[in-house]
Each structure stands twice: as structure tokens, then as C-alpha cells.
């Protein structure tokens, strides 16, 4: 069955982070994890239920007004935490149909039904149930773009805005990025039927975007729906800020480039979940775990950081700096970055510091959390969690747009050249980092539990050593600034590295 599995890689971990002091009762769990098997799929799986009404988009366009070239678009944007009008170039984008080549068939109105059955509940909208079935009901159709400037709130300019991303990220990757489809706010709907019987619980997934890639190579990004529930309290939908498709993008990219540390990564997760039964850092195991901590659970979350949750914080930093990467390398054009609900700082790559005011760096502390057996939350809602693999790599790409940006300034290089030049650099990471894994000591992908005894601490340690040594002067020399960036920000570090990376430092 493991061929058939379905690899993918969210925006988010969990969506429900800030609903913390929500009451309980009003949770009624979400799956996050049902595309994690593939159409047709059949077997026992576990499923969090919470209520979602996705928003519906309406639609004027027909074919014959569609425009056979998009040009100038104007478009509702948010941009630190405002909305403002964009103007993009889409010259030479049709839109009639839209598509652009390389990024495969682009869709709306695909409906896919998750049907469990003969499910019991294990806790808080948490059921386990024996059988469940994936089908797709309806297979989406192509989408018509009338007009330049589309009036936000349509399906026309909700589309254009998860859009943009995607044609920034190919127009700086255009060999490197490539997808089967994109699904524009698909319906994708679970079903639970319990075994007790009565009504079904119906939901749909919302609130979210990802990357997937199936058994056969097939890859696609989907924009899951802005549901009405998240409209209440945070109205401008995810796909507002171009970066997060660009994100999503970039999870492709590194796994074109990085093909042996994600099969691992995946590898390693398949088992870990197998195995132990524990649960690693995947959206469905936060979303039971919140659920859980909402209602005052006191039963203890055992989890396991692996070397497969240190590659995955890898992919997670690498598809933040493509992301950056496609929007140009400025702050300004990077705008609104990744902010989502409270967070506009933690996943913004050219923030230094976090919501919380700290400064962002891999700490003792840090370690020790992400290291941690035990699933626990911060106690502000302003702070990262350090056991998401989305935070970790926030601060490995920020360390690294850091670096970059200290190495551009000693070189005043013009900004067209800086482009290509953070696009090799974050290629000869991700070569080194293949390279760092396969010289690991006794590596065996094969067996989780004998990876697992190795130290992914050293591991990590490991790979941002790589990261630095893309940037060391020949004879791999560091400058003042380069050391105080590191010193700064991988300070639980510094010991190991004292007589050797760190060596040209005045520590
Ligand atoms: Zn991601």
C-alpha cells in the first residue's frame, strides 16, 4: 500500500491554533488527512470532525467573453495585514481558459467524498473508524477569466490571487517547476457514519492550501475553500498573499532537487506512524491533539523527533526561501508573507524576530522542544510552536535569506543579479544537505527504528552547518557579520562549532 500513499506537504500544520480560548463545546474536530490516501482507497483510518461551511464563489464568466490574453490584472491583495490593490503583469496568460504551460490542468469544482464507516468516537471529535473510501463525484472543470480587474469576492479574482504565486514561482523557476493540476477551492467532503447509527456527520475540508505528489509522479497544489467559520473572525482568505501558493510551489522544487532527503523523510514518517503508533508532526496528529488539549485532556500526547521531523523542518525552510525567491527577494514585494491569523511574524523569512518579540533563533530551549516525547503547546498563542516543522524551518530560512542578504551587501551586487544568485545558493544547500545525509553515520532508511537511534540533533546540526558553508569565504573563513548572524541566531550551536565552523570568529 505504501506506493499508493499520497505525500503531502501543508501551508499549515493545524488551522486551530488560535481558537485556543475557544470553548469546547463549539469544537467539532476537522480532518486535515483525507487526501493522505489516494482515489479508491480502502482501509480503517482515524478522522477529526469539525464542522466547515465552505464559501462559494460566484461566477459570471462564460467561454466566449473569456480573455485570450490576461494582460495588466488588478487584483485585491493583502499586504501586511491590509488589503490593497495589486497590479501584475499576466501577458501572455490565456484566459480562456487559464493556464499556463508546465503547470498542468488548473480546475474548479472538483468534488471528492471521503466516506468513513462504521466509526466510534475516541474523543473530542476524534473517531476511529473501520473502513473508509475515496471517490471523486465530480472531476472539475476548466476556469473562463473576463476581466482584468475582477471584482474580489468572484471566482474569477479568488482565482487569479492563489494564481499569482504559482506564475511568479515559474517564471523564476521555469525548468524546475512543474505540476500536474491545480484545483481551485475544490468541495472536499467527509462523511462519518457511525456505527451506532443516526445522522451522518458531513463537513468539508477548508481553510488550508497543499502540495501532493501520489504513487505515479502526479503532483498537484489545491486551495482548499475559506469556510464561513474562519470568515467570521479572519475574513481575507489565505490565498490573498501570493507567497503561500509560492510555498506550496516550493515543496515540489525541493523534492526535484532534494529527491533522496524527501524519500526519506517520507519514508521515515510512513513507518514512524506504523510502528509506533505515536504521532510525528502531521496536521491530523496536531489537529487530535488540540482537540484534546481543548478539552482539558490531561492524557499525555507521546510524539518522536525523528531525522524524518528534522528533514521535514528542511522542506518546510526550503519552500519558505523559494517562496521568497519567486516574490523577488525584497520585503516590500514579499509583503504580506505567510501571515495567518495572529502569526505575522513567524512565517514572514525577513522577520527577524517572532510575534512574542524574540528573536528568532535555534536555542537550547528550542531543541529541547522540538526533541521533546511529549506534544505540548506554548502558553501564548504569539508564540511558535517549536514542535511544528513549519517554525523550525521559518528560522532556517530566515538564517539563510540573512546570510544571503550580508553576502549581496559586502558584494553590492545590483538586485537583477540577485536572483540567480539566491537561486544557486539554495540549490548547493539542498545538494549538500543530499550529501550530509548520505555520509550520515550507519544511515538505513529502510529501518526507522535503527535511524531512529541515531542523534537527529546531530543531524540538524549537521545541516546547518551545510547552510553556512555555502556562504564561508574560501579557506572557509566567516566575516564579523556573518558570525554574529550565526551566533545570533544558532546559538545552541556555538560549542560544537567553536574550534571549526566558528573558528575565524571573535567569540
Ligand atoms: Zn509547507
Known amino acids: 500500500m505504501s506506493n499508493r500513499k499520497i ?19 463549539s ?11 489516494p482515489e479508491g482507497f480502502s482501509g480503517s483510518q482515524s478522522v477529526v470532525f469539525q464542522k466547515k461551511t465552505p464559501q462559494i464563489f460566484p461566477s459570471t464568466c462564460t467561454p466566449d467573453r473569456a480573455l485570450a490574453d490576461l494582460g495588466m490584472v488588478t487584483l485585491r491583495m493583502r499586504v501586511k495585514e491590509k488589503e490593497q490593490n495589486v497590479t501584475f503583469n499576466l501577458s501572455n496568460v490565456p484566459g480562456n481558459p487559464l493556464s499556463l504551460p508546465g503547470l498542468g490542468n488548473m480546475l474548479k469544482g472538483k468534488v471528492i467524498a471521503h466516506i468513513y464507516e462504521d466509526c466510534t468516537a475516541t474523543g473530542p471529535g476524534v473517531f476511529s473508524c473501520d473502513n473508509s473510501v475515496v471517490k471523486t463525484t465530480q472531476p472539475g472543470t476548466p476556469i473562463y ?9 468572484t471566482l474569477e479574482h479568488e482565482t487569479l490571487a492563489a494564481f499569482i504565486g504559482l506564475y511568479q514561482l515559474k517564471v523564476a523557476f521555469p525548468k524546475d517547476f512543474s505540476l500536474s493540476e491545480v484545483l481551485f477551492f475544490p468541495s472536499m467532503v467527509d462523511q462519518i457514519l457511525l456505527r451506532k447509527g443516526g445522522t451522518p ?21 489545491v486551495f482548499l475553500p475559506h469556510s464561513q467559520e474562519m470568515a467570521s473572525m479572519f475574513p481575507i482568505p489565505i490565498w490573498r498573499q501570493q507567497t503561500i501558493a509560492a510555498h506550496e510551489g516550493g515543496h515540489q522544487i525541493f523534492f526535484k532537487y532534494g529527491a533522496p532527503l524527501f524519500s526519506s ?20 496528529a496536531w489537529m487530535s491533539f488540540e482537540a484534546n488539549a481543548q478539552e482539558g485532556s490531561t492524557t499525555i500526547s507521546t510524539r518522536k523527533a525523528t531525522m524524518g521531523s528534522v528533514i521535514s523542518s528542511m522542506n518546510e525552510g526550503a519552500a519558505d526561501i523559494y517562496a521568497a525567491i519567486a516574490s523577488g527577494l525584497q520585503e516590500s514585494l514579499f509583503g504580506s508573507g505567510f501571515e495567518y491569523q495572529y502569526r505575522r511574524k513567524a512565517r514572514d523569512p525577513f522577520s527577524k524576530v517572532n510575534d512574542d518579540g524574540k528573536i528568532k533563533a535555534i536555542t537550547n530551549g528550542v531543541l529541547k522542544h522540538f526533541f521533546n516525547d511529549v506534544a505540548t503547546l506554548p502558553d501564548s498563542p504569539l508564540t511558535p510552536n517549536h514542535q511544528d516543522s513549519h517554525t523550525l524551518g521559518a528560522i532556517f530560512a530566515y538564517i539563510f535569506l540573512a546570510l544571503f542578504e550580508e553576502e549581496m551587501t559586502r558584494w553590492q551586487l545590483p538586485a537583477s543579479e540577485q536572483t540567480s544568485r539566491c537561486i544557486a545558493h539554495i540549490k548547493q544547500w539542498q545538494a549538500r544537505l543530499v550529501k ?19 542523534d537527529p540533533k546531530q543531524f540538524l546540526r549537521y545541516l546547518m552547518q551545510e547552510m553556512v558553508n555555502v556562504y564561508a569565504l574560501p579557506g572557509k573563513r566567516l566575516t564579523q557579520a556573518q558570525c554574529n548572524i550565526i551566533t545570533a541566531h544558532l546559538p545552541a ?11 575565524s570568529c571573535p567569540l
Not at 15 to 24: E, L, M, N, R, Y
Not at 201 to 221: F, M, V
Not at 269 to 278: A, L, Q
Open 436 to 454: 550530509a545525509y548520505e555520509r550520515y553515520p550507519d544511515r538505513n532508511i529502510s529501518l526507522a527504528e535503527e535511524v531512529r537511534v541515531e
Open 7 to 25: 505525500l503531502l506537504f501543508y501551508l499549515l500544520t493545524y488551522a486551530t491554533i488560535s481558537c485556543k480560548q475557544t470553548p469546547v463545546a
Open 493 to 503: 550551536f556555538i560549542p560544537n562549532w567553536k574550534k571549526t565552523l566558528l573558528a
Open 201 to 221: 456527520l458531513q463537513t468539508s475540508l477548508t481553510d488550508n492550501a497543499y502540495w501532493s505528489r501520489d504513487g505515479e509522479g502526479k503532483n498537484r497544489i
Open 27 to 37: 469544537y467539532n474536530g476537522d480532518n486535515q488527512n483525507t487526501h493522505n490516501y
Open 265 to 284: 523523510q517520507s519514508k521515515l514518517r510512513e513507518e514512524d506512524e506504523t510502528e509506533t503508533g505515536s504521532f510525528d508532526d502531521t496536521t491530523q
Open 145 to 153: 477569466i473576463c476581466e482584468s480587474n475582477p471584482k474580489p469576492g
